[in-house]
């Protein structure tokens, strides 16, 4: 492999690398969609955590944002984001800081999915002289949180909402049980099983005497699986904007799609292994083993050259905190020091691009015409 010569040599490795041109085009490609289907796109930020991302999105069209942490709110805030999501369950402690954007005029969404939490928001709010605009979170496929659509804990947890003085503004869920799934026809029904769960648990509200505006769906593979997306107002999904291993394999993507890669350098060998040795351990990459059970098993990452061009067969098979094994996936080759001499740098495709992305605390953005800048990246919560 001719890599010897560092494209970027002020960039030292491991470095996240952002395709910007691929990004761009997984962009187009969901804004497309949507807009065919006739919603509104809240992109979910909590995949690049990074203004600049989000700046692109909003540009394409979409309408205001998700996100995972108050901190992330108020991060995007500050770079002009008004409309957003909290998409994680509230509780009585993040109240305060809920209160403290939606006074600073940033019109932040809450999220809850119990009466539990539903009497903290309205309690707090009417101590503070603020109506909350909470949204119901629903379960339509027992992967994580929510109510059940024909539970009757939804028209208990609306009617503390509405009774006590909050904006009753929805309902929103996310099939995240989609990721498990790797047929068109299986994505298919699983999107159309988010959607009616989701639209019938706003009727049951309606039904009830109580608003429900806004109905919410979304998740990357859902989202580009859909076909019908009636009684439905808006759809959220994240990872579509960078794609990563898992999502190739759920079969949403190829992997000259990804645009999230780690520049990496090879530092070493094990030739009687079969061993290349790089500078992107775990650390760099995250632990997230999330191909392995999947049909293919990229391990902590799928091996490119500098261009960002797959080399097949070639995975990064192992991990320690700071060292990365490059293997060959299947039988060893023992002219991999050949191969990869000390010096090469690569480009690893991550599992999980929310993980590895975490990982940094900012990102490389890379131009078609091989131009480097870097965009910074919130941490932490």
Same mark, same amino acid.
């Given at each position: 492999?001719?890599?010897?010569?560092?494209?970027?040599?002020?960039?030292?490795?491991?470095?996240?690398?952002?395709?910007?041109?691929?990004?761009?085009?997984?962009?187009?490609?969901?804004?497309?969609?949507?807009?065919?289907?006739?919603?509104?796109?809240?992109?979910?930020?909590?995949?690049?955590?990074?203004?600049?991302?989000?700046?692109?999105?909003?540009?394409?069209?979409?309408?205001?944002?998700?996100?995972?942490?108050?901190?992330?709110?108020?991060?995007?805030?500050?770079?002009?984001?008004?409309?957003?999501?909290?998409?994680?369950?509230?509780?009585?402690?993040?109240?305060?800081?809920?209160?403290?954007?939606?006074?600073?005029?940033?019109?932040?969404?809450?999220? /809850?999915?119990?009466?539990?939490?539903?009497?903290?928001?309205?309690?707090?709010?009417?101590?503070?002289?603020?109506?909350?605009?909470?949204?119901?979170?629903?379960?339509?496929?027992?992967?994580?949180?929510?109510?059940?659509?024909?539970?009757?804990?939804?028209?208990?947890?609306?009617?503390?909402?509405?009774?006590?003085?909050?904006?009753?503004?929805?309902?929103?869920?996310?099939?995240?049980?989609?990721?498990?799934?790797?047929?068109?026809?299986?994505?298919?029904?699983?999107?159309?099983?988010?959607?009616?769960?989701?639209?019938?648990?706003?009727?049951?509200?309606?039904?009830?005497?109580?608003?429900?505006?806004?109905?919410?769906?979304?998740?990357?593979?859902?989202?580009?699986?859909?076909?019908?997306?009636?009684?439905?107002?808006?759809?959220?999904?994240?990872?579509?904007?960078?794609?990563?291993?898992?999502?190739?394999?759920?079969?949403?993507?190829?992997?000259?799609?990804?645009?999230?890669?780690?520049?990496?350098?090879?530092?070493?060998?094990?030739?009687?292994?079969?061993?290349?040795?790089?500078?992107?351990?775990?650390?760099?990459?995250?632990?997230?083993?999330?191909?392995?059970?999947?049909?293919?098993?990229?391990?902590?990452?799928?091996?490119?050259?500098?261009?960002?061009?797959?080399?097949?067969?070639?995975?990064?098979?192992?991990?320690?905190?700071?060292?990365?094994?490059?293997?060959?996936?299947?039988?060893?080759?023992?002219?991999?020091?050949?191969?990869?001499?000390?010096?090469?740098?690569?480009?690893?495709?991550?599992?999980?691009?929310?993980?590895?992305?975490?990982?940094?605390?900012?990102?490389?953005?890379? /131009?078609?015409?091989?131009?480097?800048?870097?965009?910074?990246?919130?941490?932490?919560?």
């Amino acid at each position: 492999m001719d890599n010897l010569a560092p494209a970027w040599p002020h960039i030292d490795t491991p470095a996240a690398v952002i395709d910007t041109a691929r990004m761009q085009r997984n962009i187009h490609r969901m804004q497309a969609r949507m807009d065919a289907l006739g919603v509104r796109f809240r992109p979910h930020a909590k995949t690049s955590k990074c203004a600049p991302v989000v700046r692109a999105q909003i540009a394409a069209g979409a309408s205001g944002i998700t996100v995972s942490t108050l901190r992330e709110a108020a991060y995007f805030f500050d770079d002009g984001v008004t409309d957003i999501l909290y998409g994680v369950g509230m509780v009585a402690n993040k109240l305060p800081q809920a209160l403290a954007l939606r006074r600073r005029g940033c019109d932040l969404k809450i999220v /809850t999915d119990s009466v539990e939490s539903a009497r903290a928001i309205v309690d707090f709010g009417k101590a503070n002289a603020e109506a909350f605009e909470v949204w119901i979170e629903i379960d339509t496929d027992g992967h994580r949180s929510g109510i059940r659509p024909d539970e009757p804990a939804l028209l208990e947890v609306a009617t503390v909402l509405h009774e006590g003085g909050a904006r009753l503004g929805g309902v929103m869920t996310h099939a995240g049980s989609s990721y498990d799934l790797d047929t068109p026809e299986a994505l298919a029904a699983m999107a159309e099983q988010e959607r009616a769960g989701c639209v019938h648990s706003a009727e049951r509200l309606r039904a009830a005497g109580l608003p429900c505006p806004v109905v919410s769906v979304g998740s990357t593979p859902t989202a580009l699986s859909a076909s019908n997306l009636a009684g439905v107002t808006e759809v959220r999904a994240g990872v579509y904007v960078f794609f990563d291993l898992v999502m190739h394999n759920v079969g949403v993507c190829a992997t000259d799609d990804i645009a999230l890669s780690v520049l990496t350098t090879v530092i070493g060998h094990q030739p009687d292994k079969g061993w290349a040795i790089v500078d992107a351990g775990w650390m760099a990459m995250s632990r997230d083993r999330g191909t392995q059970k999947q049909k293919h098993d990229f391990g902590y990452g799928q091996v490119c050259a500098l261009d960002g061009t797959a080399i097949p067969g070639y995975i990064l098979s192992g991990a320690n905190q700071e060292h990365g094994i490059l293997s060959h996936d299947g039988a060893p080759d023992t002219d991999i020091a050949k191969h990869f001499p000390i010096g090469t740098q690569l480009r690893i495709l991550p599992n999980h691009a929310c993980a590895t992305g975490a990982q940094f605390p900012a990102y490389q953005a890379v /131009t078609e015409d091989g131009d480097a800048a870097e965009w910074s990246r919130l941490h932490g919560w």
